[in-house]
């Protein structure tokens, strides 16, 4: 009888140890001098960022003040890695922090019967399985783990960092071996990720795609996208000229534009153009890269073409959002191509473009706004590019070229740019980084806010965004609460979850608005707040205690921060009723708090930073690391004379830990070097301060 350790290839349906078992105890056993490993992750561990500051605490606990290295694994990276069983079913990314030298070799090659590999200064070392291979380097099919990475190692692009990806071409053996699992009897789950692999190369004959097709139609009627392969399948039925396949783009409509982009047609041109038109705004990249193809190679002309179909029907703004976000992908990509360079030059020569564009007489005033939105970030980056004393990555453009091109665009960025604003209806974590902007408002600032706030299109996000800002510098007024009552109010009642943004539920900052301003509708609206239904706002309810707060909201709010209850935003609340209450400094509220048995200290440490400027609080669930704001806010706090050295204490951490330091290039905009270098003297100088002996070591 074979053992569970002696086990044929293929994952065993039972082992001795699970492999979370085996992994964990080899961790438990990792650490040197100057290299330690945080405990295998709980649910609070989410993401990266949390890692670093688990990190940073483990440091102060063991009272380290020298540098070190660390690595770690967080909660995403061990759902998607493991099973319920404990069983590892893909790679576990291990994180890192410090010296990557330094952790590789404490690191070492992992586990018996695992191996670790290393990604690289700039990426996360892979923890995975060691499998056997044949001679010719293929797995055995019935073996899970080695099928599963003989896969993701040909699907493995030559160059992640552009847009058209491209795959190693495969070999003879490697063909067949793909080939062979798919045929009969077909099974199209297990099929699907051959059917990529192989298409990824044009490598599906047609005798193969017909019977997937057949298979796909029984399988998946009515609901074809449901299929993992069905972008690839849809791909080699364009290619080899099947009618079958304008079928199916006229099922997925809009969802088929970026395998229509990949095999130019004058039908596939017409069916994104239909597509961009009603609004769509993802097909607006598929329909440039169309038109180029088919009408006109001048990116810039192209763009100025689609830009007038796109005014003249008077498609949304987001579908010129889009358009300006193809026209900057393509130059960058043509350039280089023809340059043979990096993506990190291409990211300079992508804010080259965006300058240049502010000004290009050939594009729509429309593009020319988007144009210097981004590079109102990025002009200091293309000046400082130009001159660069050891020659600028911008191939083929003069120093005096580039800052001509500045030149222009600075003496038309305020023209440009005056009464405009965001895209409220991007990501939020894009929204965020534009909330630094907006600690201090110009007149058209104001004005560009209540048109937001008055326009019905506006969606949750953006009033939630607007009216915070209006509300927060204390010019929301009687007129922002008419304009979105009662006609709004429908909208305003439904879920949306705000624990991962700046500002708070639009209802919850228009409540407080109504009771501030005591409006005639803020008991109809602190009586829909007090109901039983909807469940969402029952978390929510307490915030809208900062509207005409009093000692009854103030201990109804203390209580809740007392208990175990998951805060998202009440002790922020609490914080500034008590300042408002007492005619105080939120930020000495806070800082009075600091080792209060009862209260959150991690949620506590976000407060003290989030009131650093009590006209515009940061209501996010977290110090974020990505946003410019918390550096300002991290600052302020550190350099604030009237707080404890335990508050300050608290700034200068989350300053060490902010991106601007830690990791400038992921920072975006990305930083010029002279914010870099400013920030990291900022850093050395307080260190020194806090720490005298550091300067001498």
């Known amino acids: ?29 990792l650490g040197a001098d100057g290299f330690l490993v945080l405990p295998p992750p709980r649910r609070a561990r989410y993401t990266q960022s949390e890692g670093h500051g688990d990190a940073a605490e483990l440091f102060e606990a063991r009272g380290l003040t020298s540098p ?87 699907d493995e692009p030559v160059d992640r960092s552009t847009s058209d990806l491209r795959y190693r071409s495969l070999s003879p053996a490697e063909a067949a071996w793909l080939h062979d699992r798919l045929r009969d009897p077909l099974d199209l789950s297990a099929a699907t990720r051959f059917v990529v692999s192989l298409e990824r190369r044009d490598g599906l004959t047609p005798e193969e795609t017909e019977r997937l097709l057949s298979a796909w139609r029984l399988e998946h009627e009515g609901q074809l996208s449901k299929w993992g392969a069905w972008r690839e399948l849809l791909h080699a039925l364009l290619r080899h000229g099947r009618e079958e396949a304008w079928e199916i783009v006229a099922d997925l409509r809009s969802g088929a534009s970026g395998v229509l982009r990949e095999v ?64 900057i992908a393509n130059v960058t990509a043509d350039w280089r191509r023809e340059t043979g360079a990096d993506y990190h030059a291409g990211l300079s020569y992508a804010a080259l ?45 003069g120093t005096a070229e ?16 005056s009464g405009t604003g965001p895209d409220l209806t991007g990501s939020e974590g894009a929204l965020t980084r534009e909330w630094h902007r907006y600690r201090t408002l110009t007149d058209t600032d104001v004005r560009w806010l209540r048109e937001r706030v008055a326009d019905p299109d506006t969606g949750l996000q953006g009033l939630g965004f607007c009216l915070e800002l209006l509300l927060a510098h204390g010019l929301a007024t009687k007129d922002d609460v008419e304009a979105l009552l009662p006609r709004r109010l429908k909208d305003l009642t439904k879920t949306y979850r705000t624990t991962y943004t700046e500002w708070r539920h639009p209802l919850v900052t228009l409540t407080c608005l109504a009771l501030d301003l005591d409006h005639p509708a803020a008991g109809k609206l602190v009586s829909w707040w007090n109901g039983a239904r909807p469940v969402w706002k029952d978390q929510q309810r307490l915030l809208t205690h900062l509207g005409a707060p009093d000692e009854a909201k103030a201990a109804e709010l203390w209580e809740y921060v007392t208990s175990s209850a998951h805060d998202v935003g009440q002790l922020m609340t609490w914080v500034l009723v008590r300042a408002r209450l007492d005619g105080e400094q939120p930020l000495l509220v806070a800082d009075r708090l600091l080792g209060t048995p009862g ?7 976000r407060v003290l930073l989030g009131v650093a400027d009590p006209g515009q609080p940061l209501w996010h669930y977290s110090i974020s690391p990505h946003n410019r704001s918390w550096w300002q806010r991290a600052v302020e706090v550190a350099e604030h004379p009237e707080l404890s050295p335990e508050a300050r204490a608290v700034g200068l951490r989350a300053a060490r830990e902010h991106l601007l330091i830690r ?23 307080h260190t020194a301060d806090h720490d005298p002996a550091a300067s001498s070591r």
């Open 1 to 29: 009888m074979t053992s569970p350790d002696t086990a044929p290839p293929g994952r065993p349906t039972t082992r001795r140890r699970s492999d979370l078992t085996t992994i964990t105890d080899w961790w438990r056993g």
């Open 353 to 397: 473009a965006a300058v240049r564009f502010g000004t290009e007489e050939r594009l729509p005033h429309a593009l020319r706004v988007l144009a210097a939105g981004t590079a109102r970030d990025q002009v200091a980056l293309v000046r400082e590019e130009a001159l660069r004393s050891g020659g600028s990555v911008l191939v083929g453009t």
């Open 264 to 327: 130019p047609s004058e039908r596939g041109l017409a069916a994104v153009r239909e597509f961009t038109l009603a609004g769509d705004r993802a097909s607006v990249y598929a329909w440039l890269a169309l038109h180029r193809s088919l009408r006109e190679p001048d990116a810039v002309g192209a763009a100025a073409d689609l830009a007038a179909e796109l005014t003249a029907s008077g498609a949304p703004e987001n579908s010129l959002r889009g358009l300006y976000d193809a026209l």
């Open 599 to 605: 209260v959150n200290d991690h949620v506590l440490r």
């Open 663 to 685: 990791r400038p290039d992921q920072l975006k905009p990305t930083p010029a070097q002279a914010e870099r270098a400013a920030a990291q003297a900022w850093i050395d100088r």
């Open 402 to 417: 580039v800052l001509a091109a500045v030149d222009r665009f600075e003496a038309a960025r305020d023209g440009l740019l």
């Open 68 to 154: 070190a290295s660390f690595a770690y694994w967080h909660w995403q990276s061990h759902r998607r890695a493991f099973d319920r069983s404990g069983s590892l079913t893909g790679e576990l990314l291990l994180h890192w922090g410090g010296d990557h030298a330094t952790v590789a070799a404490g690191l070492g090659e992992g586990p018996t019967g695992f191996r670790v590999v290393d990604g690289g200064p700039k990426s996360a070392f892979r923890l995975d399985r060691i499998t056997p291979r044949d001679e010719a380097g293929l797995p055995d099919p019935m073996d899970p783990d080695g099928v599963r990475q003989f896969l993701a190692a040909l």
